[in-house]
């Protein structure tokens, strides 16, 4: 089975730092597009971040404070998130897009992990 383990999410002052992490396990034959989404209170989920390959897309609100990369040896993507501000308060969660060994493609989403930013 296909499972997603976040981790990372923590309450910081603004201006603060956070690394977050999800790593993929189980029957993976390849892992293709990686992202990052939250949903800050009140407010519907948005997509945050993705990386497909060497290429990545960011939300504007996040350009230039936030990082996404990849382990593909670790089936691990991680969003580095510095110069926070109150205004990135969300449950972040991440989205992988995984074929299987049987070859079925499809996204997994893991369950969320909490980053609250302080004024």
């Known amino acids: 089975q296909v499972q997603l383990v976040e981790s990372g999410g923590d309450l910081v002052q603004a201006g603060g730092s956070l690394r977050l992490s999800c790593a993929a396990s189980g029957s993976i034959f390849s892992i293709n597009a990686m992202g990052w989404y939250r949903r800050a209170p009140g407010k519907q989920r948005e997509l945050v971040a993705t990386i497909t390959g060497g290429r990545t897309n960011y939300a504007d609100s996040v350009k230039g404070r936030f990082t996404i990369s990849r382990d593909n040896a670790k089936n691990t993507v991680y969003l580095q998130m510095n110069s926070l501000k109150p205004e990135d308060t969300a449950v972040y969660y991440c989205?992988?897009?995984?074929?299987?060994?049987?070859?079925?493609?499809?996204?997994?989403w893991g369950k969320g992990t909490l980053v609250t930013v302080s004024s």
């Open positions: 989205n992988v897009g995984i074929t299987t060994r049987t070859y079925v493609t499809m996204d997994y």
